[in-house]
């Protein structure tokens, strides 16, 4: 294994967490019986560029031709991107917006709204054509370097090019960040959403290691990336999605602004600049796991009972890593119905309505997607009517 980004062979382990099946597989109860393959989930760190990366060992196409992924059922995620069109297209004035990995069209959908012209550019085809269905332009293509070039052809060149929570899923970054320098106009903006590699260290969020993200960035290995091709970074936001997000604002010509030098300053300052700063990481997961091992099997021996609530991709790492099965966690419920009567990859957990919850008056509701704890803490609010109470794993366990 080279490093993706500039073919350095000096990749250093940051944590191993052993095998897993793909996040965002699930089973049907006819694939209970067959063999479920696994791959290795090893975080490494190249000494050179500084971009921690897993293996690339599933293609993109293996994942996200068929999606389990509906961003539109997270209600806090929609209105984020509401906000984000508002202040997106006030900064860049854009008057044609292309958004890749666009999903089910729940970030253009005010762009559509506000009457302004726009595309998504979506591998998956059944989220895909849930975006057309809601009057979202819509192409099933995965970006590269050549179909960047195509969309821009057909279409012409964007005033802001959105990419958030996509970054990280290419293994190819390099051909990736071309295809958005190919889709922007010269004078346009790229702005991209990924998840903080600092916040995943400080705030143990192991669980979102798996394998559809390929990379994880902190500002400077961003920096580097986006240079690659042919991008520069000119801003920077810190946003608090995901746990702990970074909003990079790129274009083809700029200098970097205050607040890029600022967020460099703190990933320095964190030991993130050099091998130092990650050699502790491995421990406090590893501290992770116990607790709330711990917690599962004293729970299951005083007779509670404990279910999920929510079935994200960063669950199934949480679950897969811990080894937890349905001794220990009953189900899981979700508001995704093409998750409904499936298993969870791996540990085999039925996912069933959320509705469920409350016809069983569970002891304690394990939350899976612990950054979406706003919202989920308002929607669960009924449990505390029997005495029940919610359990947060991360970024130590947590029991409210």
């Known amino acids: 294994m080279n490093c ?16 897993t099946p793909p996040c965002e597989l699930f089973l049907t109860r006819e694939a209970l019986d067959a063999p479920e393959p696994t791959y290795p989930l090893h975080l490494r760190l190249c000494a050179e560029c500084l971009l921690a990366q897993i293996p690339p060992l599933i293609t993109p196409e293996e994942t996200f031709t068929e999606y389990a992924y509906f961003s539109s059922f997270s209600t806090s995620w929609v209105a984020h991107a509401r906000r ?86 290419i293994p190819d970054v390099i051909g990736f960040t071309k295809g958005l320098r190919a889709l922007v106009a010269d004078d346009g903006w790229v702005s991209i959403e990924v998840q903080h590699l600092l916040t995943l260290i400080e705030l143990n969020q192991y669980d979102t290691i798996y394998h559809e993200h390929f990379q994880y960035y902190t500002v400077a290995s961003a920096q580097r990336a986006l240079a690659s091709g042919g991008l520069v970074l000119v801003d920077v936001e810190l946003l608090p999605t995901h746990g ?53 099997v004293q729970a299951a021996d005083e007779g509670k009972t404990v279910v999920g609530y929510g079935a994200p991709g960063k669950g199934n790492t949480l679950l897969n890593h811990c080894g937890i099965r349905p001794d220990l966690l009953a189900y899981t419920v979700d508001r995704n119905p093409y ?3 499936r298993y969870t990859p791996g540990t085999r957990i039925p996912v069933l309505p959320p509705e469920r919850i409350a016809a069983d008056r569970p002891d304690y509701v394990l939350v899976l997607p612990w950054n979406l704890r706003e919202e989920l803490t308002e929607q669960l609010a009924y449990v505390r009517g029997w005495g029940g109470r919610l359990v947060f794993p991360i970024p130590s366990l947590e029991i409210v």
């Open 4 to 19: 993706r980004l500039c073919g350095s062979s000096r990749l250093e382990s940051v944590v191993d967490l052993g095998a």
């Open 84 to 169: 984000f069109v508002d202040e997106a297209l006030a900064r860049t004035g854009a008057d044609f917006v292309v958004e890749v990995a666009s999903n089910d069209g729940y970030l253009l959908q005010h762009a559509v709204a506000r009457g302004v012209r726009c595309l998504g550019v979506e591998p998956s085809a059944n989220v895909g054509q849930a975006a057309r269905d809601k009057g979202v332009p819509t192409v099933t293509e995965f970006l590269t370097e050549e179909t960047g070039r195509a969309v821009r052809a057909g279409h012409g060149p964007a005033g802001l090019v959105v990419a958030n929570n996509v970054y990280a899923h």
């Open 244 to 296: 702990g997000s970074l909003r990079l604002w790129a274009r083809p010509e700029g200098e970097p602004g205050p607040r890029v030098a600022e967020v460099l300053a703190r990933e320095k300052a964190a030991g993130l600049h050099e091998l130092a700063g990650y050699t502790a990481f491995a421990e406090r997961v590893a501290r992770v796991r116990r607790d709330l091992l711990r917690f599962l």
């Open 339 to 341: 998750k409904h009567g």
